[in-house]
């Protein structure tokens, strides 16, 4: 992965239709079904509920070290099947230490379903 190549610039209305919001991690569980190494996450976002990610994170997480983890997550795409499981949101990790995920956390407690902005 080329990771100094920009992506195309976008305008300020193609950024504001992304809903990044916080919540809270409820649950983490290996999810053996899918292809790659992934947990099944539910994550508390506060008014907007609770919703269901499938994360490839275990390079760096166990699932015990991430329940109370705030994180922040794409909550406007599209339910995406994988496996037996619907994913809801898209939970945001920086690419680091050799590819392996590091999740993005807010530096303090906030809301859960606070949106990024």
Known sequence: MDI????????????????????????????????????????????????????????????????GMQVLAVVNFPPKQIADFMSECLVLGIYAEAGKVVLISPERNVPNGAQMG
């Open 4 to 67: 100094t190549a920009l992506k195309p610039f976008i305008s300020w209305s193609d950024f504001e239709k992304i809903d990044i919001r916080s919540g809270t991690i409820m649950e983490a569980i290996p999810f053996p079904k899918a292809r790659k190494p992934a947990y099944q996450l539910k994550v508390d976002f506060g008014d907007l509920g609770i919703k269901k990610s499938s994360a490839q994170i275990t390079d760096l997480y166990l699932p015990e070290e991430l329940v």
